[in-house]
């Protein structure tokens, strides 16, 4: 079994900036992908950021330029630093690890942006 322990979430006001960290321990077997989801009320879960085991990266185009993603392999960790935060960032985001061929979702941070 695979746990994700999210964090970094929290509240934040429009233009600050917040950076979460995933670290995935328990039966771990040659991480592929790692990345972000996020979910806002009544709204379908969404990617956000993913990275490859060789370092592609991939952004949903409403957080380009703004959100990065990186992972520490020797940590099993994952991270998104969030600069210049929206309102319509609020959402409660979700890591996802590839590892043993299957995937793997943490339980959410809430992360909100007051106007």
């Known amino acids: 079994q695979v746990q994700l322990a999210e964090s970094g979430g929290g509240l934040v006001q429009a233009g600050g900036s917040l950076r979460l960290s995933c670290a995935a321990s328990g039966r771990i077997s040659n991480i592929n992908t790692m990345g972000w989801f996020r979910q806002a009320p009544g709204k379908q879960r969404e990617l956000v950021a993913t990275?490859?085991?060789?370092?592609?990266?991939d952004y949903a185009d409403s957080v380009k330029g703004r959100f990065t993603i990186s992972r520490d392999n020797t940590q099993n960790t994952v991270y998104l630093q969030m600069n210049s935060l929206k309102p319509e960032d609020t959402a409660v985001y979700y890591c996802?690890?590839?590892?043993?061929?299957?995937?793997?979702w943490g339980q959410g941070t809430q992360v909100t942006v007051s106007s």
């Open positions: 990275m490859s085991s060789g370092g592609a990266t």
């Open positions: 996802r690890v590839l590892t043993g061929g299957a995937w793997n």
